[in-house]
């Protein structure tokens, strides 16, 4: 675990563009990360997806420290506090319940709960949390849904994830109550398979030139 590592104040404001990774072999996640962060997306996402991810974890948060690594698809209440024990530094999950509302806030790092209907967007400003991921993005009603959420729940603020590429990115940046987005598309898989982390490095400088873009609008 590094040391005195700066608290994240607010996870939609790390970057804007996030990298959603999965790790398979733990020993591909430092040069991975190094390539993010060298193209210039230093906040990262790592799923709870595979048997990897808290040693991919561990593995960044200790060799890599340019990198913001966080932990994402944390959907058991148990997880929030083994990915930060691991060096996690903040915490998302796909979607959310009270159980594992309650265990991302013990976990002491800013969090982002998964959610995809405006209901779930008026229970979480009930219980306090104003930053959320959206997801799936694209398949929950993309650009579209979330304009229309800014009229009554201008509070809200937003991280689409799922589905969102180098064309859309810009768009969902665009928006006022979107701070960033996730997305694994600076990741392809054959290029982590094989290890061209110069083509992720290239994939992920395009994708902080895409959102510079956006900003300036
Ligand atoms: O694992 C999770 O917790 C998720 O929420 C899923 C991820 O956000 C998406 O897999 C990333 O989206 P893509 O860019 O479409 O690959």
């Known amino acids: 675990m590094p040391s005195a590592v700066p608290p994240v104040p607010s996870v939609l404001d790390l970057a804007p563009v996030v990298p959603v990774v999965v790790v398979e072999d733990a020993a591909d996640a430092a040069p991975l990360a190094r390539a993010l962060v060298a193209g210039g997306l230093p906040a990262i996402e790592v799923t709870l997806r595979t048997p990897a991810a808290l040693d991919a974890i561990r593995a960044i948060a200790g060799e890599v420290p340019d990198a913001v690594v966080g932990a994402g698809t944390v959907i058991a209440p148990e997880q929030a506090g083994e990915a930060v024990a691991a060096g996690a530094r903040f915490l998302v999950s796909?979607?959310?319940?009270?159980?594992?509302?309650?265990?991302?806030?013990?976990?002491?790092?800013?969090?982002?709960?998964?959610?995809?209907?405006?209901?779930?967007?008026?229970?979480?400003?009930?219980?306090?949390?104003?930053e959320m991921k959206f997801f799936p993005a694209q398949a929950a009603g993309g650009t579209a849904y979330l304009k229309s959420l800014a009229g009554p729940l201008p509070q809200a603020r937003f991280c689409p994830t799922g589905g969102i590429g180098p064309d859309s990115a810009p768009d969902y940046l665009a928006l006022p109550n979107v701070g960033c987005v996730g997305?694994?598309?600076?990741?392809?898989?054959?290029?982590?398979?094989?290890?061209?982390?110069?083509?992720?490095?290239?994939?992920?400088?395009?994708?902080?030139?895409l959102s510079a873009g956006a900003r300036s609008r």
């Open 94 to 130: 796909p979607g959310w319940t009270d159980v594992l509302l309650a265990a991302m806030r013990a976990s002491g790092v800013p969090f982002l709960p998964g959610v995809s209907t405006t209901s779930e967007v008026v229970a979480l400003l009930e219980r306090g949390v104003r």
């Open 183 to 209: 997305g694994s598309w600076m990741l392809p898989a054959d290029a982590v398979a094989a290890g061209d982390w110069d083509r992720v490095e290239r994939l992920a400088r395009e994708a902080a030139g």
